[in-house]
């Protein structure tokens, strides 16, 4: 049986009382006696010294498994009998110890005598400590500074609840802990929802991605992401947090690295119910695990300072591109290189031509520059006479084609082959203010990082107006079975619609319609506003994969008509998309338009969008946007006047601009989208699907989104290499989550978030999302404007920063570099408590 000597509770000091300086010397003494026996090996398998007393203690030894022992130490500053939730903890703990596989189990000691804590013969024996107590000044200053000699000897530490109060004027242990809970906040209990983002952690690893579960709920007063690791938040929109909350990012546990040892809180565990629980009682479990050195676990991984930012190219010289181009996209080699590109635009010492008349209307060059880390040098591979130094768009102010996207073969290492998505000037068309937009191959000579211009193979081209800006579109990426994808605007103009759905048939450039997405992205017969989906074949041709969207031969409706590469349908801006080779899910997304509040009478504001996509499908613009928000139709004779509201599940094209088919797919509804007013906006509906699109009654689904200026820039998915002997990778605790950015870095994303497998590719929202605006730095020193971003075969992040302006390249202009110093999971192999496999 336990003791009962809790029914003789401790005084140990006034609880206004404030601690002592530790003696130093004292600590280091302690310190030593306790690695004596704590790290001794076999660790932890000492036994209690014949004299001393145990009459406050009560021993549960499990039949076998290890010699781990953990002492759980529940003394209160409070008078009076303990309460419930402590008898309901030490009992569950006791279950703990005593179940699971033989090379888990350890024996628990529990006990309310603090004067254990200056013994260090007797600290020295055990493997982990648990605090489960009611919180308050529990510790004298000797008693503390057996705790830290305790840790700094690489002890371990398990936090519960209301042990975030107890030592309230001790700054260790403030560390120790992680963050304290304000004086305000809830109270009563209350059931939330608990996202569950470290799916390595042994405290974690089994335990549903959104957890629901009543508990008492601490708000922080100071928030701990970034100093510890993180690894479950609870959802605030799901119950009442109440004064002082902390918002999207809420931790409620976490663990750390501290002082030597090993120190993991959760801030669950306030009712005694909680205990009952048996995913509440697998959490415990693995945070002993972690703290008895039963088991490795990362708590490094979302530690701001285990990373490191270091900008990898130089400014340009004067008049000169030798170092980068107006940043427009990148990949990385399997041997390490980077290759970026420059859209078009020049520095400000260049003129601009806007000139219709002039031969040099529009000209540019697009170039590609290769990186090289083994020396650290940046070579000028090639350059493309392009359209798009500004010189065209809205009165011949600027223009968004030019060279726009790169991708490597599959098999560049042995080809040499780079794919480039481009507008060459050679095939503009003055008179009708039109352009030819290209894929093509080339070939890049791998001894001299230079491209070989003549050997363009153009594997597709298609028909693009440059009368007027904008949307061009760029990224490229392949999928495991290679399949080239192609990223293409909407080729449409952001004016003549209120900023709201690009869908006014009546401005038009000689028959050449330039502010309807019907005529583009709406349109089965045309490949802008897609992503395109090609097969390239070694003979510089392309086959079409099954599975696209269309094949290419459907003529139904009185001769409509369908181009069978493309793969999705519906999309707006798409400048960067991936595609993650381990589950060939495509990620991409999108600029939206420029309505900066929701309408009535138009539909929606402008969402950016994110998108998991795992079919062919219809991304709905410019009929629909977000969870399928319709639009309302415009139409002649007066395109002013608003008609009927789209219908998402059985859209129309009746555009007199449209040439493909009428009826088109459904459209899906997208994971991610947000506004200036925040993320995932969404509305009361009618009876037939309208949203209400009063702003007053919006509800925001994504609370971690909110927009402005924005300008979605879709990232990667990491997939971790434990075979990469790479010292600067990224920890597999990124495995899985997908990156999503914004070129802007004030309030909008740069966020990995990890997706429900069963509902990414039907528009489910995202489970858990964390921020890594700290990791991925911001500001005009940092990483500000992002225009792109990959993993290199290093597993280091590769991050393209655009610069300070626009259509041009200056100073800040810059290829980045972000790598992980923190090491690997703790404890080391060697250290490991008996029982355990090494």
């Not at 529990?138 to 500074?145: F, K």
């Not at 959104?210 to 609870?234: C, I, L, M, Q």
């Not at 928000?629 to 009927?644: A, I, T």
């Not at 005009?780 to 971003?789: A, V």
Request: net charge neutral; charged share 25%.
């Amino acid at each position: 049986m336990r003791s009962t000597s809790h029914q003789r509770p401790l005084r140990l000091r006034a609880l206004n009382r404030r601690k002592r300086p530790r003696r130093i010397w004292a600590a280091a003494v302690a310190a030593g006696a306790v690695a004596a026996g704590l790290l001794s090996a076999p660790a932890a398998s000492a036994r209690p010294d014949p004299g001393t007393p145990l009459t406050t203690m009560s021993v549960k030894s499990p039949p076998g498994g290890s010699d781990a022992r953990v002492l759980l130490f529940y003394g209160s500053a409070a008078a009076g009998d303990e309460a419930p939730v402590v008898n309901a903890g030490i009992e569950a703990i006791e279950r703990i110890g005593l179940s699971g596989p033989a090379q888990e189990r350890f024996k628990v000691e529990a006990t309310d005598d603090a004067s254990v804590f200056t013994s260090a013969t007797r600290l020295g024996r055990y493997n982990a400590i648990v605090f489960l107590t009611g919180g308050g000044d529990v510790l004298d200053p000797a008693q503390e500074a057996g705790l830290e000699a305790y840790m700094e000897a690489g002890g371990g530490f398990v936090g519960i609840h209301d042990a975030a109060r107890a030592e309230p004027y001790s700054d260790w242990f403030t560390g120790l802990i992680g963050a304290r809970p304000t004086a305000s906040g809830p109270t009563a209990v209350q059931r939330a929802t608990v996202e569950v983002g470290d799916r390595q952690n042994p405290a974690t690893k089994d335990l549903p991605l959104e957890w629901k579960r009543a508990d008492r709920w601490f708000n922080w007063a100071r928030n701990p992401s970034g100093t510890v690791h993180t690894v479950a938040r609870v959802r605030e929109s799901t119950y009442r947090p109440g004064a002082g909350a902390n918002g999207w990012d809420h931790p409620v546990s976490w663990c750390h690295d501290y002082d030597g040892g090993r120190s993991f809180y959760t801030g669950m565990g306030g009712t005694v119910s909680s205990y009952d629980e048996t995913d509440f009682r697998d959490h415990l479990r693995g945070a002993l695990l972690w703290t008895t050195r039963l088991a490795q676990a990362d708590c490094k991984a979302t530690i701001t300072a285990n990373y490191r930012a270091e900008r990898l190219t130089r400014p340009n010289q004067p008049g000169q591109n030798d170092q980068i181009g107006e940043p427009h996209g990148m990949v990385t080699a399997p041997d390490g290189r980077v290759l970026y590109i420059g859209r078009g635009g020049a520095d400000s010492s260049r003129p601009v031509v806007t000139d219709w008349n002039s031969p040099d209307v529009g000209r540019g060059k697009g170039q590609i520059h290769v990186y090289d880390p083994r020396t650290g040098k940046v070579t000028l591979a090639g350059e493309l006479t392009v359209f798009g130094n500004k010189g065209g768009g809205d009165e011949l102010t600027k223009v968004e084609e030019g060279l726009l996207g790169i991708e490597l073969d599959p098999r560049f290492e042995r080809n040499g082959w780079v794919y480039l998505h481009y507008t060459p000037h050679s095939r503009i068309d003055r008179d009708t203010r039109t352009a030819e937009r290209r894929v093509s191959r080339f070939t890049l000579d791998p001894a001299t990082d230079r491209l070989d211009l003549d050997s363009e193979k153009v594997l597709l081209k298609w028909p693009v107006q440059v009368h007027s800006c904008c949307h061009a579109g760029g990224g490229m990426t392949w999928d495991s079975r290679g399949n080239l994808y192609i990223a293409t605007g909407d080729n449409n103009s952001s004016g003549f619609s209120d900023g709201y759905s690009g869908n006014n048939p009546q401005p038009h450039y000689k028959g050449v319609s330039f502010a309807d997405a019907r005529r583009t992205a709406g349109n089965t017969n045309n490949l802008n506003g897609k992503i395109l989906r090609i097969h390239p074949e070694p003979d510089g041709t392309y086959t079409i994969p099954d599975g696209n969207l269309f094949t290419g031969k459907e003529t139904a409706e009185g001769g409509g008509k369908t181009r069978g590469e493309i793969y999705v349908m519906g999309v707006r801006n798409p400048a960067r998309i991936f595609v993650d080779r381990k589950t060939d899910v495509l990620y991409a997304g999108w600029v939206g338009p420029d309505a900066g509040e929701p309408s009535p009478t138009w539909g929606p504001a402008k969402y950016d969008t994110f998108a998991a996509i795992t079919r062919a499908g219809n991304r709905g613009w410019p009929y629909c946007m977000g969870d399928k928000q319709s639009y309302r139709d415009r139409n002649l004779p007066d395109p002013s006047k608003p008609l009927g509201w789209y219908d998402c599940d059985h859209p129309k094209n009746e555009s007199p601009n449209n040439d493909g088919l009428v009826n088109l797919p459904p459209v899906t509804g997208n994971n991610i989208w947000y506004s200036p007013q925040g993320g995932g906006p969404d509305y009361p509906r009618d009876a037939n699907g309208i949203p209400s699109y009063r702003k007053e009654e919006a509800t925001y689904r994504l609370p971690w989104l909110t927009g402005g200026g924005q300008a979605a820039m879709n990232g990667p998915v990491y997939r971790y290499d434990g075979a990469n002997a790479s010292e600067v990778k990224w920890p597999s605790y990124w495995d899985g989550k997908w990156f999503v950015g914004d070129f802007y870095d004030a309030d909008q994303p740069r966020n990995a978030v990890l997706m429900d497998p069963k509902t990414l590719g039907d528009g489910g929202l995202p489970v858990h999302s964390e921020s890594l605006k700290k990791i991925v730095p911001i500001g005009n020193d940092g990483i500000k404007n992002l225009m792109d971003w990959k993993f290199g075969p290093d597993g280091a992040l590769y991050v393209l920063d655009y610069g300070r302006g626009f259509f041009t390249s200056d100073a800040k202009s810059a290829l980045w570099r972000v790598t992980y110093t923190g090491g690997g999971p703790t404890p080391a192999a060697g250290q490991l408590a008996r029982g355990t496999a090494q």
